[in-house]
């Protein structure tokens, strides 16, 4: 699969390309893949609930997105709290880290 | 069924798999498992021959992983293996203990864990962290960890725990409560007169005689220690060592007397063998004489060290025994440590060694 997101999303719903890392940890995951979300949050308790423990790969119990783990929304990026516009594109990537 | 002898690693970077058969003078490697995650303990549960592992690394966070067909293939989980939310979040998960249908695992910051269905689902064992000394644990050079975990074959309700920095705590009531046992074991980083603190010890790793749950072995920062009472007190066992730094300690498979160590040249002073000479130190007496076990070992320019869970017996006789370097080197001895060679190089740093005997 291309690093292109870009297909149109079901109605409501929201496109997520996750890390090649993150997809390696749940061998039934995809790369892409849409969920119904209005926040970062929701998108990422429904991944929960397709994979479960993939919560806790991203977040930690603060309750905060991991330090190594960035989403961008739009260029931008996310906290738990970022809203989500129907059809918005979400990326989920590894930080530069490691040794 | 033909005798098969796992030595199971973890490292810096993944975990790792030696085999061969009861001779153990032909060794295969396979690795790296676990994508390659930092694994700080690597255990096989002898009941069933699963194997677990507990690490964690930057990008995802905690883990204890598991793989019940001897490696092929490996699944992870964290359901439950959190702290309250406010709380300081688990970085890593540091040492494994199974015993009878329960499997405990120690984290970093410093906490304990059980899950009663094969690692799937953890449960907090709260009682630790309300230990009344908790606010005041500092930790060491590798983190405030819950390193050791040492269970009482004969009573399940007993758990000992050995904290860096905090030292070795006791329950008798299954967690719920714990008490310090750390009465003799030194503090040198701490003022002349609070050497000898009720808790605050930088214990490196806890081991138990076999047969014997009342004694105990310790390699602390500050000396190596027995007990006999449990860890109620500690008596120095460090005399005839070259130094009283070091990281692992080993028990034997089944004579109380005899323990491994590998002294290191000091906290300061580089922390590797003195002297660069490679040299396992054995005592048969429970630390009243010590022999260095140097053959087949480096015995020049050797700038290598062993960390705290880095060094293992097998259960086979005579005792095999294992130790993993910082600069990912693996050795071993099938003959209860009198003659030594290197089974693997080039991997990455050693973190954990056990040992799993299939078949016997």
């Known amino acids: 699969m291309t690093e292109r997101a870009l297909t149109t999303a079901q109605p409501g719903a929201v496109v997520v390309m996750l890390a090649p890392a993150l997809v390696r940890l749940f061998p039934e995951a995809e790369r892409r893949v849409e969920v119904a979300a209005s926040t970062v949050g929701e998108m990422i308790q429904a991944l929960d609930g397709r994979w479960p423990g993939m919560h806790d790969r991203l977040c930690d119990s603060s309750p905060e997105i991991r330090r190594h783990i960035n989403v961008f929304v739009a260029g931008e990026r996310a906290t738990l709290e970022t809203r989500l516009a129907p059809g918005a594109e979400v990326w989920v990537l590894t930080a530069i880290s490691g040794g | ?360």
């Open chain 2, 1 to 360: 069924m033909a005798t098969k002898v796992l030595v199971l690693l973890g490292t810096k970077k993944g975990a790792f798999i030696l085999e061969s058969d009861a001779r153990r003078r032909a060794w295969d490697l396979r690795g790296p498992f676990c994508e390659t995650w930092p694994m700080n303990h690597v255990i096989a549960d002898p009941a069933d021959g699963t194997i677990y592992g507990a690490g964690g690394n930057e990008w995802f966070g905690p883990a204890v992983w598991k793989s019940t067909d001897l490696g092929a293939t490996w699944t992870h989980s964290s359901q439950g293996l959190a702290y309250a939310e406010g709380e300081q979040p688990i970085k890593s998960a540091w040492s494994l203990a199974p015993a009878a249908g329960r499997l405990y695992a120690g984290v970093e910051p410093a906490g304990l864990f059980r899950s009663d269905d094969a690692g799937q689902a953890w449960q907090h064992v709260a009682g630790l962290r309300n230990h009344p000394s908790r606010p005041g644990w500092q930790p060491g050079g590798g983190g405030l960890i819950l390193h050791s975990i040492v269970l009482n074959p004969k009573d399940a309700s007993q758990v000992w725990v050995a904290i860096s920095s905090a030292g070795v705590f006791h329950t008798a009531d299954g967690g719920e409560t714990w008490e310090p046992r750390n009465r003799g074991t030194r503090a040198d980083y701490m003022p002349e007169d609070q050497r000898y603190p009720e808790v605050g010890q930088c214990v490196h790793c806890l081991v138990m005689a076999p047969g014997m749950p009342d004694r105990l072995y310790q390699q602390n920062h500050c000396g190596m220690y027995r007990s006999d009472d449990g860890g109620r007190s500690w008596q120095s066992i460090e005399a005839g060592l070259p130094s009283t730094f070091g990281f692992p300690a080993a028990a034997h498979p089944r004579d109380p007397a005899t323990l491994y160590l590998l002294p290191l040249n000091g906290d300061i002073a580089g922390r590797f063998v003195p002297d660069g000479k490679t040299a396992v130190w054995r005592t048969r007496d429970a630390g009243a004489r010590w022999q260095a076990l140097r053959e087949g070992l480096p015995q020049k320019n050797a700038f290598l060290g062993v960390l705290r869970q880095a060094m293992a017996t097998d259960r086979l006789d005579p005792a095999g025994v294992y130790f993993g370097t910082s600069s990912g080197a693996l050795f071993a001895s099938a003959d209860e440590g009198e003659s030594w060679s290197c089974i693997a190089q080039h991997l990455p740093t050693i973190t954990s060694v056990e040992t799993m005997v299939v078949g016997t």
